[in-house]
């Protein structure tokens, strides 16, 4: 049982320097058999043997991860957090994903940091205001909140971007959700691992999946670095490296890998309180709590694994920052790295069996990932659990691509791909 | 971020090119034949490799003209390039 975190625990541990809290997870050897296997330990991994533990009372669960937990895109990418996408089947999807935001820290009893600090997205040509106003009543019908802004109301919302009618790209209007945000991206992996593991759960870090042992179309476990695990289940959650894992079980995805990247500048006084996404012009900007920037750039257009990326899609990112925020110019950047993204021909995941059984894949999240990990962890549960899709991933099926029912988001991902 | 030797114009920055995609995916020759499956399989399913990949390249900012390319996507290093129609080096 783990000690509950409050006020009263914080002073109680003050008196010992904090040198003896508890520790939030343990470092088990894997055992020889578990009754399902996650490979991943990023958000939706550890969000995924929360739930089977929690909600579907499957506790005999391991989840391997190559590297530490929350390492991998968890920890990379601007934790932006929405669900005003057009479809309606993304729309479930990502709103059930946020109304678990809304308590996910009091659930988990560790603060996430989950701040509804509203995300706008700008429209800067004729076609985006179109688009965007379509998606505002799309977003409304479904009953997910949006609003249109005007170049006035865009300013008086976030008063430091640039509404010029005469920068190369000028604001013609724009979308806000209000209940949108930003969370802690840690602490979702650190609040997640640490629930599962009070439910028993077992979380093996530094393990790496080396082969999927398979007799004839039905699992038998998997080959890893610190030996053979027997499992009749597996979920992979794999983001980036979804496909090698694939490979290893002979199945193809529809999947390509390729390099995203983001920067955070030195720290400053508050000077931005929303998030701000510009599709067109590349650019999104929003403030860490610390006071960094937190920019993000685009994909590269090749595939690559090498997490680096291209400088030339970070200064055309800067050059549009600029070209809204003329004050950010003589900011500093501090940091900048890459995340293999895996991309969807469709821009949607995939939440879903496969044609093997007992194998699961929860992968293609793309460029917009991190907002989904609560809501894509509750599902992927559930389609484990049961091997039947919820109703809520049901149209995220792998067998999309086969029927031609692709639910085509490329509008709202906000990243160009 | 690395440089490219295109076999037109020689080497040039990688921001002058755009990628195209896994190379050798030939059109299917009787489309009316396929199943849905095998469509499913021209049109969507990719290798995706960590390591050794065969890729297109297009020289956009340049001569315009596509290319062949084997690169180790894990690192980004360019083992070979070779025209469009030329057969894949097999080492």
């Known amino acids: 049982m783990k000690n509950k975190y409050s006020i009263i625990s914080l002073i109680k541990n003050s008196f010992s320097y904090h040198e003896n809290w508890q520790k939030a997870w343990g470092d088990p050897e894997p055992k020889k058999e578990y009754d399902i296997v996650i490979i991943g330990g990023g958000g939706h991994g550890l969000a995924t043997a929360y739930y089977l533990a929690k909600k579907h009372h499957i506790k005999n669960v391991a989840v391997i991860e190559k590297g530490w937990i929350g390492g991998g895109n968890t920890g990379r990418n601007t934790t932006i957090i929405r669900s005003n996408y057009l479809w309606d089947a993304s729309a479930g999807l990502y709103d059930h994903a946020l109304k678990i935001w809304e308590k996910l820290s009091q659930e988990l009893n560790y603060n996430v940091m989950f701040s509804q600090r509203g995300v706008m997205n700008l429209a800067h040509n004729l076609q985006d205001v179109r688009d965007l106003k379509r998606r505002t009543h799309a977003n409304r019908l479904n009953g997910i909140d949006a609003v249109y802004l005007n170049t006035e109301q865009v300013k008086k919302f976030c008063p430091i971007i640039n509404t010029s009618p005469d920068i190369r790209y000028p604001v013609l209007g724009g979308t806000l959700q209000r209940r949108a945000g930003t969370a802690r991206h840690d602490a979702v992996a650190w609040g997640y691992a640490r629930g599962a593991d009070e439910m028993g759960v077992n979380i093996i870090q530094n393990c790496e999946v080396k082969g999927i042992k398979r007799s004839g179309d039905s699992i038998e476990g998997v080959e890893t670095t610190k030996g053979f695990i027997k499992t009749k289940k597996i979920g992979v959650v794999a983001a980036g490296h979804s496909s090698v894992i694939a490979n290893m079980a002979g199945l193809r995805l529809p999947l390509e890998s390729k390099p995203l990247q983001a920067l955070v500048s030195e720290p400053v006084k508050p000077i931005i309180d929303t998030v701000v996404m510009s599709n067109a012009v590349h650019a999104y900007v929003s403030q860490s709590d610390k006071g960094e920037l937190v920019i993000g750039a685009g994909t590269d257009d090749y595939v690559s694994y090498s997490q680096k990326g291209s400088h030339d899609i970070v200064e055309g990112t800067l050059n549009a920052i600029l070209e809204l925020y003329p004050i950010f110019s003589r900011m500093r950047m501090l940091r900048q790295w890459g995340g293999i993204v895996d991309i969807c021909p469709d821009a949607s995941p995939i939440i879903s069996k496969t044609p093997i059984k007992g194998l699961y894949f929860n992968c293609g999240w793309g460029t917009g990932g991190f907002k989904a990990t609560p809501g894509s962890g509750d599902l992927f549960a559930h389609t484990i659990a049961n091997d039947e899709p919820h109703k809520l991933n049901a149209a995220f099926n792998l067998n999309r691509f086969i029927s031609g029912d692709l639910v085509d988001e490329h509008g709202a991902a906000a990243v160009a791909h | ?91």
């Open chain 2, 1 to 91: 971020m690395f440089l490219i030797h295109c076999p037109y114009c020689g080497e040039r920055e990688q921001s002058e090119f755009k990628a195209g995609g896994e190379a050798h995916i030939v059109r299917p020759k009787q489309p009316t034949e396929l199943s849905d499956d095998q469509w499913a399989e021209y049109l969507f399913m990719r290798k995706n490799i960590k390591g050794v990949q065969f890729e297109r390249w297009v020289h956009t900012h340049g001569c315009r003209k596509w290319f062949n390319m084997v690169r180790d996507t894990s690192n980004d290093e360019i083992k070979a390039i070779y025209k469009m129609g030329e057969k894949p080096p097999t080492k």
